[in-house]
């Protein structure tokens, strides 16, 4: 039913949003409701663990960029869309 499927940009995009509404960090139990409104938003089944391991992945990918940003220029720079939400999505994580 699922089989392996890539995440494109604007998947993580809608993940990292439905992550943000529903906040599954509070109730673990919520990871289906984001799976079942990924389906619908984008029209592509998603397993709950496929979809927790993305959101882990693309979050350390994130802050380990975030840290390299900051020692390499000192200053923080413009974030586009995904990694606004990112910033938010693992700022709930903590």
């Known amino acids: 039913m699922f089989g392996r499927k890539r995440f494109t940009l604007s998947d993580d995009i809608a993940l990292v949003k439905e992550v943000l509404y529903v906040n599954p960090f509070l109730d673990p139990a919520k990871w ?53 939400l990112l910033q938010q999505a693992a700022d709930i994580a903590r």
Do not use: A, M, Y
């Not at 709950?48 to 990918?61: A, D, G, T, Y």
């Not at 960029?65 to 990694?83: A, F, N």
């Open 32 to 84: 289906l409701k984001i799976t079942d409104r990924l389906f619908e938003v984008l029209g592509r089944c998603f397993s709950i663990p496929s979809v927790r391991k993305r959101l882990n992945l693309i979050l350390l990918r994130f802050l380990q960029d975030q840290k390299k940003k900051v020692k390499s220029s000192g200053t923080e720079e413009e974030q586009p869309e995904l990694e606004d």
